[in-house]
Structure formats: C-alpha cells, structure tokens
C-alpha cells in the first residue's frame, strides 16, 4: 500500500516548455486534489476531483489543466510554464475528512 | 473572507519542553479543523481532526484544543522530541464545500 504517489520528484523547465506531473492513489478514495505550496503562504487548491470524471477549479486554476483519468490518477498539466508557476505541487486523495498528500514536486521554471 | 492565521511563525525550543502553537480562523460555517505536520521535504500528515462539538482531541504527546465560540485552536506538544521539528499547519474546512483553508504554518525546531 503506497498511499499517494507523485512523479516526478524534481523538475527544471525553461519558461514555455510544457510537462505534465502524474498522481496515483491506491486507497480507493473518491476525491483528489492538487495544491501548490509557495513560501509564506499556506496550500493553495488549484483543481480538485470530487470523483472519477468530474474536475472542478480552485482557488488559483489558471495556467493549469487537470485530467481525472479513472478513480486512481489525477494529472496535472502546465501547458506553458511560466517563472510563477515555480512551486512545490501537492497531489491528496481523501475518503470524506482527512486528506492523504503524496510527497509532492518541486518544479522550477527558468 | 475565509482566513486561517497561525502564530507564532517560528518557535525555537529545546528538547523536552513543552510548546504550544495557535490558530485563529474566520471560516464560516465551519466544519472541522485539523492539525497537520509536515517534515521538511515531504507533504502534510494528519496529527488530529476536531469537529465543531469537540473540545479537546489527544495523538501521544499532541493535543489539540478548538474554542468554536472565540474561533481559536491550539497544539500542544508534551515532552517534545527531535522529531518534532517540522512545520504545523492548521487546516480549517467549511460546511458543504470542499474548500479547506490551510494557515501558513508554524515552523518548530527542537534542539538538543
């Protein structure tokens, strides 16, 4: 039972260049979320999936596209990055309450 | 607007005493609060989840308080160990919504 899985660990981009970072879960939870973690600021959602095949923007959505593949991954995909988008990104699941994060991504746009 | 604020920002403490971490939020309607600690590196792990009715909620050496009326919580960490350095975050959920309102942390590290 590996929880929350996210690849890739690191990632370095140059501004424009597009990747995409996966999410698996193997809990059989309904809902999946992705947050980005910035300094001095506390986890911002930027798309959550109540359930397989339904995606719902967060708070800060934009630059960002989101895939609900089936009830196991949820991908995360920056069409073109941008300096701003230099975050550590959080995958979570959670069953109803306690959210499950996976060990996240730190992705640095040049 | 929906707000969760920690204090303090950092906390430095040596190994074996206690601490305490506060949390104010203005999340309305609220349905529960829960602490998290995050090592550095690694995403957020649940150390408690209070609903609106609890008061008090204990995992080992942390206990977590919730003031529903003045909107207040606060862990606290007995006989702290150098493992407890990491940050603690207050994470607050509102009723009928998937929005969780995470604080910015307070960063604790335990010396020897």
């Known amino acids: 039972n590996a929880g929350v899985t996210q690849t890739p660990k690191f990632q370095v981009l140059k501004t424009g260049q597009s990747m995409t970072l996966q999410c698996a879960q193997d809990m059989n939870h309904n809902s999946m979320y992705w947050y980005r973690q910035d300094p001095g600021m506390g986890l911002r959602l930027i798309y959550y999936s109540a359930s397989e095949g339904t995606t719902d923007k967060g708070e800060v959505p934009n630059g960002y596209n989101v895939s609900r593949l089936n009830k196991r991954e949820f991908s995360l995909r920056l069409e073109s990055a941008a300096p701003s988008q230099t975050s550590v990104y959080f995958c979570?699941?959670?069953?109803?309450?306690?959210?499950?994060f996976g060990p996240g991504t730190r992705l640095l746009v040049l | 607007k929906n707000q969760v604020e920690q204090s303090p920002q950092s906390l430095i403490i040596l190994e074996g005493k206690n601490c305490t971490l506060q949390c104010n939020y203005t999340v309305s309607p609220f349905s529960n609060l829960r602490w998290y600690k995050q090592d550095t590196g690694r995403g957020p792990v649940s150390l408690t989840i209070m609903t609106f009715s609890e008061n008090t909620k204990s995992n080992g050496r942390y206990t977590a308080t919730l003031d529903a009326d003045t909107k207040q919580s606060s862990l606290h960490i007995t006989a702290s160990q150098l493992s407890d350095s990491a940050s603690y975050i207050c994470v607050v959920s509102a009723s009928g919504t998937y929005k969780y309102i995470f604080g910015t942390g307070t960063r604790l590290k335990v010396l020897a």
């Open positions: 979570a699941s959670s069953p109803q309450e306690t959210q499950y």
